[in-house]
């Protein structure tokens, strides 16, 4: 069976500040795909970011870094200098290779404080 | 991108009513479609998996004569709330994957409030 944690339910902080969110997956698959989506209060889910197993190469993409490391089975999500647009709930998921169905973390609500 | 569109954002409806709500994959197609219902400050639960042209798969303990799922074309999935009451009430977002397996990355609608009176 797979699980995906985000331990932190909520958090916030002020603007510009670099912050983390952390994400800590289960599976017995050796192959396997890793999610990040953000979810703004209108309420689609905006797809950000996928990772497979096999690549551990860390990824920047603006100010939004990720870090994939599956000795711990974590994929954190670092967002640099904050903006008050990056307020949102945010979802960690787990695909496994050849299944459909993604599973989702209980999400972090963030808020970026003006 | 690929975008899915969501009809309607937002219903309010009697109860005993049905709501039928459309999800459209607009710049590509859409072999799978799912369909999610999503509590307030609660994670996506799964209720269905629809394939195109085909019965949808429901999960455990989703009501599959109360949620009607029609995966008629490529780029429309459809989910009739039938004979809603109350307790149905919720957020409903449909999410598209395109093409194949290999690309599995789901693409979200914007969901839809259903609120029943």
């Known amino acids: 069976a797979q699980k995906v944690t985000q331990a932190q339910t909520e958090i916030s902080v002020v603007e510009k500040e670099d912050v983390t969110l952390d994400c800590v997956y289960e599976?017995?698959?050796?192959?396997?795909?890793l999610f990040w989506y953000k979810q703004p209060p209108s309420g689609e889910l905006v797809f950000l970011i996928r990772?497979?197993?096999?690549?551990?190469q860390n990824e920047i993409s603006g100010r939004y870094s990720w870090n994939f490391q599956k000795s711990t089975s974590s994929f954190n999500f670092t967002i640099t200098a904050s903006q008050v647009v990056d307020s949102a709930v945010y979802f960690c998921?787990?695909?496994?290779?050849?299944?459909?169905?993604?599973?989702f973390g209980t999400g972090t609500r963030l808020t970026i404080i003006p | 991108g690929a975008v899915v569109s969501q009809h309607p954002s937002r219903v309010i409806c009697k109860s005993g009513t049905s709501v039928k709500i459309e999800c459209r994959s607009l710049?590509?197609?859409?072999?799978?479609m799912f369909w999610y219902r999503q509590f307030p400050k609660k994670s996506l639960m799964l209720m269905a998996t629809?394939?195109?042209?085909?019965?949808?798969?429901?999960e455990q303990g989703v009501e599959k004569d109360k949620f009607l799922i029609n995966h008629a074309s490529l780029t429309l999935s459809t989910l009739t709330v039938t004979s809603a009451h109350p307790e149905d009430s919720s957020f409903y977002i449909c999410?598209?994957?395109?093409?194949?397996?290999?690309?599995?990355?789901?693409?979200f609608g914007a969901g839809t409030r259903l609120s029943v009176l």
């Open positions: 999410s598209a994957r395109e093409g194949t397996l290999a690309k599995n990355i789901q693409y």
């Open positions: 710049d590509f197609q859409a072999t799978t």
């Open positions: 629809s394939n195109e042209g085909s019965k949808a798969t429901y």
């Open positions: 990772r497979n197993s096999f690549d551990e």
């Open positions: 599976t017995r698959d050796t192959t396997y795909y």
């Open positions: 998921a787990l695909l496994n290779f050849g299944n459909e169905k993604l599973t």
